[in-house]
């Protein structure tokens, strides 16, 4: 089974790089543009792999990375 990465990623162009890279490897690449979409992709993938964009509309990756902490912490 291959492992599951969620990608967040809000250019184009480095993201399709990235996912091509990784695919080729024979991860399951799931790439979202913002972070809003990627943590409710993170939420229901459970994946194994977490790659953030610091620097995103709507939801940018430290504000991910600080929802995903709570969520942690609370359950």
Do not use: C, H, S
């Not at 492992?3 to 799931?30: C, N, S």
């Not at 990627?38 to 509309?57: F, G, H, V």
């Amino acid at each position: 089974m291959a492992k599951k990465i969620v990608l967040a990623e809000d250019e184009p162009q480095i993201a399709r790089l990235i996912e091509f890279k990784l695919k080729k490897e024979g991860y399951e690449v799931t790439w979202k543009e913002n972070g809003e979409k990627a943590l409710r992709a993170i939420k229901a993938d459970k994946p194994d792999l977490i790659l953030l964009d610091i620097m995103m509309p709507v939801m940018d990756g430290y504000e991910v990375l600080r929802r995903l902490k709570e969520a942690k912490k609370a359950d």
